[in-house]
């Protein structure tokens, strides 16, 4: 067997101490006889194992008690629709923070259920505008921004201040790579395939408040309420992915917590961005101040060398250089 660096952005590396606990749990999970595959979701090994997750997740971010934390299937791109269908209440609009290409993919499919407002977008995706300059809604239903766009690379180092206007914010590509204070926001939502476990499980994390003002023909399985209501057991949940992102958040805790990942995770950012900005040969177009830490696209002086490049990179172990195909170059997702 060789495993190799991998750098894709998600679905992406999982610590390699929880896939041996996958393979060794793999035909018999803790005496049970089954696998987690096989259990159904309503008995108890499998509660236990939710419920341990749920726990794990709540103390690794210190979540608040009065936010739900729910366990959801349809991915980031689920939560673009559900989010207007569930907190936009009696509200009409909804302020949006572009950064990048993910921002951009959820303010267009709210626009199908409230009037989606671009309340800042910089000029080029290397930038985050200053929120003074925003233009901002005092009455909208809620402000949603990205604080990584994965495609571009762009990162907020701080929590925008939305007053009474609830913060929204997609964490699919940083969440669980440094701490959250999560009473800053109404809903935070991320696919786990990037951070946290396989593809197929959405977390979401709400507060209270926000649960009662779903549009009445919200289909239900896209009803946070009622999922909240159900334990995120209205209909069958991605046991699977459910069970390994729990391992994860266990081997999180091993490590020392998301205040040690923080530490660990701006480290190693640094380690590459020095790299490529002492070079001449490898360029990266972001404003320092918000480069991410988890996503980092760089190209070549030479754009002719891309392929050579991404070939001698396989050859040598580290896989999945390729950029996004929305911009080309390279990415590092790590
Ligand atoms: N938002 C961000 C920031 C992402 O990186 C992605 C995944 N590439 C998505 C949304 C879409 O996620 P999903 O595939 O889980 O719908």
Sequence with gaps: MSRVFNFSAGPAALPEEVLIQVRDEMLDWQGSGMSVMEMSHRGKEF???????????????????????????????????????????????????????????????????????????????????????WQRDSQAGYLHYTPNETIEGV???????????????????????????????????????????????TLVIVRDDLLDRARADTPMAFNLAEQAAADSMLNTPPCFSWYVAGLVFQWL?????????????????????????????????????????MNVPFTLADAELDAVFLKEAATAGLSTLKGHRSVGGMRASI
């Design 47 to 133: 509660m236990s194992i939710a419920a341990q997750a749920e726990a794990d997740l709540r103390e690794l971010l210190a979540i608040p008690d009065n936010y739900k934390v729910l366990f959801l299937q349809g991915g980031a791109s689920a939560q673009f629709a559900m989010i207007p269908l569930n907190i936009l209440g009696q509200r009409k609009t909804a302020d949006y923070v572009v950064t990048g290409s993910w921002g951009k993919k959820a303010i267009k499919e709210a626009g199908k259920y409230c009037e989606a407002r671009q309340a800042a977008r910089p000029e080029s995706f290397t930038d985050i505008p200053d929120p003074d300059t």
């Design 155 to 201: 990162e907020f180092h701080f929590v925008p201040d939305t007053g009474e206007v609830p913060l929204v914010a997609d964490f699919s590509s940083t969440f669980m790579s440094r701490p959250i204070e999560v009473s800053r926001f109404g809903l935070i939502y991320a696919g786990a395939q990037k951070n946290v476990g396989p593809a197929g499980l």
């Design 253 to 293: 805790k091993r490590k020392g917590g998301l205040a040690a990942m923080a530490e660990c995770n701006e480290h190693k950012a640094g380690l590459l961005y020095n790299a490529i900005d002492a070079s001449a040969f490898y360029a990266n177009p972001v404003n320092p101040e918000c480069r991410s830490w």
